[in-house]
């Protein structure tokens, strides 16, 4: 067994008090005060700091920024009015915003927009953007391979205005003449080409004055002037139009039979496949077109074929299988990008201005 502990003694002397530590009560409400008003003051800096670097941007420009300017007219080449060019705009702001950009901003000053996105790297995103967006959906009355060189991309169009159909004959002289001897697309003797070269000089606003029937059989009218051309030809007119292949293909299209107004809403998504597609979705009275369109076309045999134009530029042209009812699906090896930007297009007005690039 252990010894219990000794008894403890008695306590110790009480000693002054220990000194004080720390800040006194009314120090520690200065301190406390202090820390709120540098806290404060940071939010301010940092907050002053923002707006410089956006201020910096928008003054020096932002070299990780892509910049579009165009210069914007009436259909008939006049100067706008301040209306149209807040219109314009407006639907390239709301495009932009739905091809989900990175910061995108559009300024009027004077007659030009600047059109501007984070990121490097968006100068064919932007012209895109930038067409009128005129959509028309018509049939395929014939197709045939391009004979000029190089792929048929967007590009700014002509501004025109259109020239009168007589001057362009005046100015192809014979060529013309032998172009009317010419009854079906396809190859052509050496001799017959050579005697067509004068319509490779035409500019694209002559080439939309010929005949729609000349412009698909000549082989000397290539992609890139139809595809330059002025945009916004008669709806309720034939014209002939490219798509975006490599090499291209020129298509002889019938009259518009559903066109922008008759669009309800656009939409991109990937299909069940994996594959980006842009659904279109129609108005009452578009459905009701749509539908009539597709039960003319698959009951066309081998000539259901049905032409999606964005401007001047064939989209797609798939091959109609049967009625369709609802809704329809735009495919074209879409990526996720380019199908953003169709939806865009499509789902928006068209451009109450055309807009020409300046820088």
């Not at 200065?30 to 940092?46: E, M, N, R, S």
């Not at 020239?163 to 005046?170: F, G, L, M, T, Y």
């Not at 079906?184 to 000089?201: E, S």
């Not at 009625?323 to 499509?346: C, H, K, N, P, Y």
Request: charged share 20%; hydrophobic share 40%; net charge negative.
């Amino acid at each position: 067994m252990y010894p219990a502990p000794p008894p403890a003694g008695p306590p110790p002397p009480a000693g002054p008090p220990p000194p004080a530590t720390g800040v006194p009560r009314h120090d520690r409400t200065l301190v406390v005060v202090v820390a709120v008003l540098a806290g404060a003051a940071l939010l301010g800096i940092l907050a002053c700091g923002g707006a410089a670097f956006l201020l910096r941007d928008r003054l020096l420009g932002d070299s990780r920024a892509t910049t579009l300017t165009v210069e914007a007219v009436t259909t008939d080449g006049s100067a706008p009015g301040r209306a149209d060019l807040e219109r314009t705009r407006d639907v390239l702001a709301d495009r932009l915003a739905a091809a989900e950009l990175d910061r995108p901003s559009v300024d009027i000053e004077g007659d030009r927009l600047v059109l501007r996105v984070g990121g490097t790297g968006h100068e064919d995103d932007l012209r895109s953007l930038a067409g009128t967006g005129e959509l028309g959906f018509r049939r395929v009355l014939g197709a045939v391979a391009d004979q000029g060189t190089g792929r048929a991309t967007p590009s700014t169009p002509d501004r025109g205005p259109v020239p009168a159909r007589d001057k362009v004959a005046a100015k192809l002289g014979p060529a013309y003449q032998l172009a009317e001897t010419i009854t079906t697309p396809g190859p052509l003797d050496p001799a017959t080409v050579r005697g067509l070269a004068p319509f490779a000089t035409l500019t694209p606003a002559e080439v939309a004055a010929l005949p729609p029937d000349m412009r698909f059989r000549v082989p000397t009218v290539t992609c890139a002037q139809l595809t330059a051309r002025p945009v916004g030809g008669p709806a309720a007119e034939p014209t002939v139009a490219c798509d975006a292949a490599d090499p291209p293909v020129k298509y002889l299209l019938d009259v518009v039979r559903v066109g922008s107004s008759d669009v309800g809403n656009a939409e991109a998504k990937p299909n069940q496949t994996g594959q980006w597609i842009v659904t279109v979705s129609f108005t009452d009275a578009g459905q009701r077109r749509w539908t009539d369109l597709t039960r003319e076309a698959s009951g066309a045999g081998s000539d259901n074929q049905v032409a999606v134009v964005l401007d001047n530029l064939v989209v797609s042209a798939p091959a109609v299988q049967g009625v369709i009812t609802g809704d329809t699906e735009i495919s074209g090896r879409f990526t996720r990008d380019r199908a953003m930007l169709l939806a865009a297009q499509i789902g928006s007005d068209p451009l109450p201005l055309v807009l020409r690039v300046v820088g």
